[in-house]
């Protein structure tokens, strides 16, 4: 008996199998709408308690990682969005975790390497031409940023017009086009300064060291008495500890020594030395994951988070490799974090911690 019940099931199972089969084109357009209402309708600012929460919309390097993009966190202050670096990919990762462009009021650049601006032009694009924003998007930094500012203008400006005349000023304000700069420049013989004062949030800029690019700052954010220090890349410096005395988070660049000293030994056997230059090199102007959880200790701050992770990690596997024994260092929590991560800090009280790539 129980023979034929199995066969007559494996003979059900076939039949709904063919039949979903012969289906697949009409399940696939379903599934495809579905997916597309809850992208067209999704912010999930909208979602957030009040407070202060942290974004990671890029979390790797100038290293080549599929699975990161570049330099690039966002902070939502209340129902306020403000981005923090844009590298390669940023655009598209910050759009994939439910932040709509177009709410971005304002970004901040760290310094002027490459992988920490590489995204601007389409980062503005998408605001504006996904947004509908009717004015630049804002692009405040230290001196300098006039000239990034107008070489992505001009490099976009021929774009602009295509998309105006393919689609029409109601949908493409042709003044929400491309970015205006908001240059900042530290009071002589200062080493800080408030860059924004509004509402209730104040993001302060300060000089950290990332020799020979200069300038080069960090930034601090408050809001509600929460608050999130974010170093941009530096080796560590008694400002910036300074400046993270007591924030709820540190996020901070770090940068494994031996896993570097793997890599330039791997291209020094591969006969390429320019390579392996370049891997000698950038050991000395980032910080290492012990040393960013020594400055977390003595900052006093309640949790850590890695970013701007060089070199790439294939996976979670390598993650205790990639800290040594920072954790060891630091009473907190210490992160390392991965694009999709979302760092809560809600005003009442208390910090969560997920990825809004996995639901």
């Not at 129980?2 to 039949?15: F, P, T, Y």
């Not at 709408?33 to 979602?47: L, P, Q």
């Not at 060089?310 to 996976?315: E, G, I, Q, T, W």
């Not at 979670?316 to 694009?339: C, H, K, N, Q, T």
């Amino acid at each position: 008996m129980r023979k034929w019940i199995a066969i007559g099931l494996g003979v059900l199972l076939v039949a709904l199998a063919t039949g979903a089969y012969m289906r697949r084109d009409q399940i696939a357009l379903q599934l495809l709408r579905r997916a597309a209402d809850a992208n067209m309708s999704r912010s999930e600012i909208a979602t957030l308690p009040d407070g202060l929460h942290a974004a990671f919309c890029g979390t790797g390097s100038p290293m080549a990682d599929r699975r990161r993009a570049g330099p690039c966190l966002a902070v939502v202050a209340g129902k306020r969005l403000f981005v923090f670096d844009s590298g390669s990919g940023a655009s598209e990762t910050i759009g994939q975790m439910g932040l709509p462009p177009g709410e971005i009021e304002q970004l901040f650049l760290t310094h002027f390497h490459s992988d920490h601006i590489d995204d601007l032009g389409a980062l503005a694009l998408q605001r504006w031409a996904g947004g509908g924003a009717t004015t630049p998007l804002k692009v405040a930094g230290p001196p300098g940023v006039e000239r990034v500012v107008a070489g992505f203008n001009e490099a976009y400006a021929l774009d602009a017009t295509y998309r105006i005349g393919h689609h029409g000023a109601a949908v493409v304000p042709p003044s929400g086009a491309g970015l205006v700069a908001a240059p900042f420049a530290f009071p002589e013989g200062g080493d800080r300064l408030v860059v924004l004062d509004d509402g209730g949030v104040r993001i302060t800029a300060f000089v950290v060291d990332h020799g020979p690019v200069k300038p080069a700052v960090g930034y601090r954010i408050d809001y509600k008495n929460r608050s999130v220090v974010v170093s941009g890349d530096t080796v560590p410096t008694p400002v910036l500890e300074r400046e993270a005395k007591g924030v709820d988070l540190l996020i901070m660049e770090a940068l494994s020594k031996p896993l570097v000293a793997e890599l330039e030994a791997a291209a020094a056997r591969a006969k390429r030395p320019g390579v392996a230059q370049i891997m000698e090199d950038i050991q000395n102007y980032h910080t290492t994951p012990s040393d960013a959880a020594d400055t977390a200790k003595r900052a006093g701050v309640r949790a850590l988070a890695l970013t701007h992770l060089v070199p790439p990690l294939p996976s979670a596997v390598f993650d205790g490799l990639f800290l040594g024994d920072a954790a060891s260092r630091f009473e907190g929590p210490v992160w390392v974090m991965r694009d999709g991560d979302l760092v809560s800090l809600p005003a009442d009280g208390g910090m969560a911690r997920r990825n809004l790539f996995r639901r």
